[in-house]
C-alpha cells in the first residue's frame, strides 16, 4: 500500500480544469442525437459485451486497500469466475481461479480480507502460499512421484495500478494492460487512491442494465431534478466537461459558485476537490467519483441483460479518530446511499423494465447528455473491432 502524497495533476486533470467555466447554467451546448434502447435489453448484446467487455481485457475487481496487508486474500463470485486475489509477503497482488488443484473444491469463502499465510482447503488440507505454489499435502507419501510445481492455483494475469486490482478473467486470454498502466494509473495516482483505506463497503444486487447505471453517472441534466432534495443545491444545471482517456471517459464539475479564474492556481487535486469534482468513467464496469473528504469507487459486475453486482467503496485518507470525524463520515455514507441506491439505481431499474417492454426504440439525448453517446460510442468500437 502506498502513502499519501499530493502528486500534480495529470494532462487530462488540467485538460478538463481549463475548460471549466464559471457556474453559470446558462453556458450549455445545444446538440440532439439519438441511441437505440434495444442495447440494454437483448441477451445476445450481454453475451457479446461480457464476451469482449469483461474477458480478454483488463477490469477493475477490487480496489487495492481491499487487501491493505501482506498475507491476505479476499474472493470474488460476481464475475463469473471462482476469484481469488492475494498479497503475498512482498505485497505484490495475485489473482488465482478459487480451486484447489487436488480435487477441484472451493478454497476459500472469505469476502472479507482474510490474513494468514496460507489458504488451506477445507477438504484435504493442501495448502497454498499467497503466490499460489502447493506448500503443503497432508500424507504426502500416498502421492508418490507428486510434483507440487506443476499443482499450482490458476494463475490469472493481474496488475495493481492506480489503486485498484486488475484482472483479465480469461485465463485462456493475453490481455494488454499498458493504457491500464500508463494512462489511468497516473490519473488515480494523482487523486492519491492507492493510499486509501476503506470506511464502508456495500455490496448492491440491482435488477438492472449495467449502462444504465453508467448512464446515470455521465449527465448533469437529472441532478436538479431527480437529486432536488439530496445533491441538487450543490451544482449547477449546466453539463459537465469531458475527456476521453483512451477508451474511458474522465468528466469534471464544477460546484455552486465557481469562478474559472480559481482554476488557476490548481496545482494538486488537494487544491481542486473542494471546488470540483472529478468523474472517471472506467468501461470495462467501473466508476471512481471524488469528494471534498472521500472518493467514491463503484465496481460493476453484470449478470445479466438485467441483472448487476454492484460493490461500493467509500475511500478516505485515514479512519475517522474522533466522534466528530465518525460523524461527518456517517452523514456522508447515509447521503450517498440515498443518492445511489435510493436514486440512481432506483431509475436505472426503472429504465431497465422499460427497456425490455420495447415500447420507446431510441432514447433522446439532449445538450447535457451528450457524454452518454460517447461513452456508447465507444462500447461500439470496442464490439465492433
Same mark, same amino acid.
Given at each position: 500500500m502506498?502513502?499519501?502524497k499530493?502528486?500534480?495533476?495529470?494532462?487530462?486533470?488540467r485538460?478538463?480544469? $481549463?475548460?471549466l $467555466?464559471?457556474s453559470?447554467?446558462n453556458?450549455?451546448?445545444?446538440a440532439?442525437?439519438?441511441? %437505440?434502447?434495444?442495447?440494454?435489453?437483448?441477451?445476445?448484446?450481454?453475451e457479446l459485451?461480457?464476451r469482449?467487455?469483461?474477458?480478454?481485457?483488463p477490469?477493475?475487481v477490487d480496489?487495492s486497500?481491499a487487501? %491493505?496487508?501482506s498475507?491476505?486474500?479476499?474472493?470474488?463470485?460476481d464475475?463469473g469466475?471462482?476469484?481469488?486475489?492475494?498479497?503475498?509477503d512482498?505485497?505484490?497482488?495475485?489473482?488465482f481461479?478459487?480451486? @484447489?488443484?487436488?480435487?477441484?473444491?472451493?478454497?476459500s469463502?472469505?469476502?472479507e480480507a482474510?490474513?494468514?499465510a496460507?489458504i488451506t @482447503? %477445507?477438504y484435504?488440507a493442501w495448502?497454498f502460499?499467497?503466490?499460489?505454489?502447493?506448500?503443503?499435502?497432508p500424507?504426502?507419501?500416498?502421492?508418490?512421484?507428486?510434483d507440487k510445481?506443476?499443482?499450482?492455483?490458476?494463475?490469472?494475469q493481474?496488475?495493481?495500478?492506480?489503486?485498484?486490482?486488475?484482472?483479465?478473467l +480469461?485465463?485462456?486470454?493475453?490481455?494488454?494492460?499498458?493504457e491500464?498502466?500508463?494512462?489511468l494509473?497516473?490519473?488515480?495516482?494523482?487523486?492519491?487512491?492507492?493510499s486509501q483505506?476503506?470506511?464502508?463497503k456495500?455490496r448492491?444486487?440491482? %435488477?438492472?442494465?449495467w449502462?444504465?447505471?453508467?448512464?446515470?453517472?455521465l449527465?448533469?441534466y437529472h441532478?436538479?431534478?431527480?437529486h432536488?432534495?439530496?445533491?441538487?443545491s450543490?451544482?449547477?444545471?449546466r453539463?459537465?466537461a @469531458?475527456? $476521453?482517456?483512451?477508451?474511458?471517459?474522465l468528466?469534471?464539475?464544477?460546484?455552486?459558485?465557481?469562478?474559472r479564474?480559481?482554476?488557476?492556481g490548481?496545482?494538486?487535486?488537494?487544491?481542486?476537490?473542494d471546488?470540483?469534482?472529478f468523474s472517471?468513467?472506467i468501461v470495462?464496469?467501473?466508476l471512481?467519483?471524488?469528494?471534498p473528504?472521500?472518493i467514491?469507487?463503484?465496481?460493476?459486475?453484470?449478470?445479466?441483460?438485467?441483472?448487476t453486482?454492484?460493490?461500493?467503496?467509500?475511500?478516505?485518507?485515514?479512519?475517522?479518530?474522533? +466522534?466528530?470525524?465518525r460523524?461527518? @463520515?456517517?452523514?456522508?455514507?447515509?447521503?450517498?446511499?440515498?443518492?445511489?441506491?435510493? $436514486?440512481?439505481?432506483?431509475?436505472?431499474?426503472l429504465?431497465?423494465?422499460?427497456?425490455?417492454?420495447?415500447?420507446?426504440q431510441?432514447?433522446?439525448?439532449g445538450?447535457?447528455e451528450?457524454?452518454?453517446?460517447r461513452?456508447h460510442?465507444?462500447?461500439?468500437n470496442?464490439l465492433?473491432s
Amino acid at each position: 500500500m502506498a502513502t499519501r502524497k499530493d502528486n500534480g495533476l495529470t494532462k487530462y486533470q488540467r485538460q478538463i480544469l $481549463e475548460s471549466l $467555466e464559471d457556474s453559470d447554467p446558462n453556458i450549455v451546448p445545444k446538440a440532439l442525437s439519438y441511441r %437505440p434502447t434495444n442495447v440494454y435489453a437483448a441477451a445476445e448484446r450481454f453475451e457479446l459485451e461480457r464476451r469482449k467487455l469483461f474477458r480478454g481485457r483488463p477490469v477493475p475487481v477490487d480496489v487495492s486497500a481491499a487487501l %491493505p496487508r501482506s498475507r491476505m486474500h479476499v474472493v470474488n463470485n460476481d464475475y463469473g469466475v471462482p476469484l481469488l486475489l492475494t498479497r503475498d509477503d512482498d505485497g505484490k497482488a495475485h489473482a488465482f481461479m478459487n480451486v @484447489c488443484t487436488h480435487r477441484c473444491v472451493r478454497l476459500s469463502d472469505e469476502v472479507e480480507a482474510k490474513a494468514g499465510a496460507l489458504i488451506t @482447503c %477445507p477438504y484435504h488440507a493442501w495448502s497454498f502460499s499467497m503466490k499460489g505454489e502447493l506448500v503443503g499435502v497432508p500424507r504426502e507419501e500416498v502421492f508418490p512421484g507428486l510434483d507440487k510445481k506443476k499443482h499450482k492455483l490458476k494463475a490469472l494475469q493481474c496488475v495493481e495500478a492506480g489503486g485498484l486490482i486488475w484482472v483479465n478473467l +480469461d485465463p485462456g486470454s493475453k490481455a494488454d494492460f499498458t493504457e491500464v498502466e500508463t494512462e489511468l494509473a497516473p490519473e488515480f495516482d494523482a487523486i492519491g487512491l492507492a493510499s486509501q483505506v476503506v470506511y464502508k463497503k456495500l455490496r448492491v444486487e440491482l %435488477p438492472a442494465n449495467w449502462k444504465l447505471v453508467h448512464d446515470a453517472f455521465l449527465e448533469n441534466y437529472h441532478i436538479a431534478r431527480l437529486h432536488r432534495d439530496s445533491l441538487g443545491s450543490m451544482f449547477v444545471d449546466r453539463s459537465t466537461a @469531458c475527456v $476521453e482517456i483512451g477508451q474511458n471517459l474522465l468528466q469534471s464539475s464544477a460546484r455552486v459558485g465557481y469562478k474559472r479564474e480559481r482554476g488557476k492556481g490548481v496545482e494538486t487535486f488537494a487544491d481542486f476537490r473542494d471546488f470540483g469534482v472529478f468523474s472517471y468513467t472506467i468501461v470495462a464496469g467501473g466508476l471512481i467519483i471524488t469528494s471534498p473528504t472521500y472518493i467514491n469507487v463503484m465496481l460493476l459486475s453484470p449478470q445479466s441483460a438485467t441483472s448487476t453486482v454492484i460493490n461500493y467503496y467509500m475511500l478516505v485518507d485515514k479512519m475517522p479518530e474522533t +466522534d466528530a470525524e465518525r460523524a461527518r @463520515c456517517e452523514k456522508s455514507i447515509a447521503l450517498m446511499q440515498r443518492i445511489t441506491t435510493e $436514486e440512481d439505481f432506483w431509475v436505472a431499474e426503472l429504465g431497465t423494465i422499460a427497456a425490455q417492454s420495447g415500447v420507446v426504440q431510441e432514447m433522446v439525448l439532449g445538450g447535457m447528455e451528450q457524454d452518454i453517446a460517447r461513452f456508447h460510442g465507444i462500447l461500439e468500437n470496442i464490439l465492433t473491432s
